[in-house]
């Protein structure tokens, strides 16, 4: 028997985040035509662009993404599902000031993909840069935080993995807002800095999905105690 209704529930949203993102930005990038879409050259915003024309003063590049609707629809919609599985696991993971604080950064980040899928940059780019401050920023932090929840805990037996994606992201995330390639494109380096989330919540979810419930009944015990 695997975990009560609600956990299990929880851990399912997580699982099915990454490949809703995945298979979203993999779709509506082969739908670019001249230029073809880059996963080492184009930002991931790129493919949630309403308009065609050359963007960004920085890096100037032509965008075109015919089928930026999907791509907005699916970041929304891996943004509910990782914040429901965040909620839906709440208690699950654990308690104390480490779990809580990395919770709350993980649940601000999900509303930052909310946020980047309502607002594309080239309609709103105030808002879409704010939510990619959430997710890259606060969520990054939050999972690296994650990393040092108390073994005791669901979550702190996962620690390896967590602080693994954490300090992946983390450097990403610098070296993306340096604008730094690093062999793998600036492009690329987002990806680093962004996937690593809900690359770990898949992980994390298929875990706790196979999780006998006899045992998630003494980790909450553990806890409680």
């Not at 184009?42 to 890096?59: F, P």
């Amino acid at each position: 028997m695997n975990l009560n209704r609600t956990g299990r529930a929880g851990a399912l949203c997580w699982a099915a985040a990454a490949p809703v993102f995945l298979v979203a930005s993999l779709v509506t990038g082969l739908r670019w035509r001249q230029p073809a879409y880059s996963w080492a050259t184009h930002n991931i915003s790129d493919l949630g662009n309403a308009y065609c024309g050359t963007w960004d003063t920085t890096r100037p590049r032509y965008v075109c993404s015919p089928w930026h609707p999907l791509m907005n629809a699916a970041i929304l919609v891996t943004a509910v599902l990782l914040a429901a599985g965040l909620l839906l696991t709440w208690r699950l993971l654990g308690r104390g000031g480490v779990v809580r604080s990395a919770q709350g950064l993980l649940l601000l980040a999900t509303g930052g993909y909310a946020l980047a899928a309502l607002y594309p940059a080239d309609v709103n780019e105030n808002l879409h840069v704010l939510g990619a401050f959430l997710i890259m920023g606060l969520g990054n932090v939050g999972l690296l935080l994650a990393g040092f929840a108390p073994g005791t805990t669901t979550l702190g037996r996962q620690r390896r993995l967590t602080l693994a994606a954490g300090l992946v992201a983390l450097v990403g995330t610098v070296l993306f807002f340096a604008q730094q390639g690093s062999g793998i494109g600036v492009g690329g380096m987002e990806r680093v800095a962004v996937l690593p989330f809900p690359l770990w919540a898949c992980c994390l979810g298929v875990l706790l999905a196979e999780t006998p419930a006899g045992q998630a009944s003494r980790t909450r015990s553990t806890v409680a105690n």
